[in-house]
């Protein structure tokens, strides 16, 4: 069935430190990818998206890159701030083609803290 | 503004009292969900409905109901909670057209003694 595999946290690193958090995928079809984000007591937000391969999805500084031959889905930031500091899931939505239509199938999340 | 509001935030409840949790959403989406977030486990789907009086089974729907009477609302229903459906609850609601980009409400933190 259709997965998705990141890595574990929590992910700690000072301010202005390079940020890669992997994905990647396993799915039948042709699915579009996605990261939200949930800050503190707060609910998930689309941070991006990528609906086919090579696409690049970006908001934020943040970027991630679809990348059909290596089934992943990369997070990256050049330079990290305080205020990134969240939990980051990555997410597919294999929609029409096999599987329950509309389901997102998130990953476990990664806790990203961010030290001044 | 667009938002999906959740009701209550925080409960502590007993186990066997029956509860219900509403959701709405003002963005006159067709499709709606319920999650449940643990600790190591991320966000599991408990049901969804792509519109008034469809609904469907997600991924761990034993112990809980839904109905979709009305497409702004999309209440969960606990008839007889257990401790081990203690959890944070999430609804999320999307256009058809992109059921990918959804939107969450603030969530609703259970506690079932």
């Known amino acids: 069935g259709n997965s998705v595999t990141q890595m574990e946290g929590p992910v700690t690193l000072s301010e202005e430190a390079f940020l890669t958090i992997n994905c990647t995928y396993t799915?039948?079809?042709?699915?579009?990818l996605f990261w939200y984000v949930q800050y503190p007591g707060e609910g998930l937000q689309l941070l991006l998206k990528?609906?086919?391969?090579?696409d690049k999805g970006s908001n934020k500084g943040f970027e991630a890159t679809y990348r059909k031959e290596t089934t992943s889905f990369h997070l990256e930031k050049g330079s990290v701030q305080v205020s990134d500091s969240a939990v980051y899931f990555c997410?597919?939505?294999?929609?029409?083609?096999?599987?329950?239509?509309?389901?997102?199938?998130f990953g476990k999340g990664t806790k990203l803290s961010v030290k001044p | 503004e667009a938002q999906v509001t959740q009701n209550p935030r925080y409960l502590i409840t007993v186990t066997g009292k029956k509860l219900t949790v509403t959701c709405s959403q003002n963005?006159?989406?067709?499709?709606m969900s319920w999650y449940r977030q643990d600790p190591g486990l991320g966000l599991r789907q408990i049901y969804y409905?792509?519109?008034?009086?469809?609904?469907d089974k997600g991924d761990v729907p034993e112990g809980y109901k839904v109905s979709r009477k009305e497409k702004r609302n999309f209440p969960l229903i606990l008839e007889s909670p257990s401790p081990n459906q203690t959890s944070l609850y999430f609804c999320?609601?999307?256009?058809?057209?992109?059921?990918?980009?959804?939107?969450f409400g603030p969530g609703t933190r259970l506690l079932v003694l």
């Open positions: 999320a609601s999307s256009s058809s057209g992109d059921l990918g980009f959804q939107y």
């Open positions: 799915a039948t079809g042709y699915p579009s």
């Open positions: 990528a609906t086919k391969a090579d």
């Open positions: 997410a597919l939505s294999d929609l029409g083609y096999g599987g329950s239509q509309g389901n997102l199938i």
């Open positions: 963005m006159n989406h067709e499709y």
């Open positions: 409905s792509m519109n008034v009086e469809v609904t």
